[in-house]
């Protein structure tokens, strides 16, 4: 199957992504103090879930425009790497531009009911995804991310079916926005749940 102009241009996409904290990391001296910096490289699993999201709308028909062939297969594969190619390079770019930097102090400090706990570490998630902390301490919204997610489902919409309708396209922007917001969310609230889990005595 020839590759498709998604294929191509999330291709050009992830090398930038990939290549930038790379060099970045290279050009780092060990004198540098260790800070927790929003950015980094995509995860394995951020890599391999596109194309299992893919497969989903693929099997859901979504967008119609495109097939349930390779080809559509393929389409929707482009789109969802072009769009976590774009969100992590302005990511990491808005990250370095500003002086602030990500919270990991432990969400919960004493223990509490399971019920409560889960809801506090939502609320916890929510707080520590939309915010970043200065070096006094105080909470700023979470440029990095807001920009990447913005930036990346705009871009995407510009090669989606979608983009020949301002309804449809104003529709799919903000279902992407919800979508990956959501997500990110979700992952911090685990991903803090198990940090919290493996520092208790």
Known sequence: MPASPNWRLAALLIIAALGVPRAAARAQTVAEPAVER????????????????????????????????WGGYGSRVG????????????RYLVDR????????????????????EVVVRAGCAFVRTSTLRTTAGNRRPNLP??????????????WRPERH???SGRAFVAQRLAISYGSTVLVRMVRDWRADAKARP
């Open 165 to 167: 309708a301002a309804a």
């Open 145 to 158: 991310l807001l920009a990447g997610i913005t930036i990346g489902s705009a871009t995407s919409l510009s």
């Open 38 to 69: 929003v950015s980094d490289r995509p995860s394995p699993i951020q890599l391999v879930t596109p194309l299992l999201s893919a497969g989903w709308s693929q099997t859901m028909g979504t967008p119609e425009a495109w097939k349930r062939t």
């Open 97 to 116: 531009a500003v002086p602030w930097v990500d919270d990991r102090s432990p969400c919960i400090s004493r223990p509490v009911a399971w019920s409560r």
């Open 79 to 90: 789109d969802l790497y072009g769009f976590l190619a774009v969100r992590t390079s302005v």
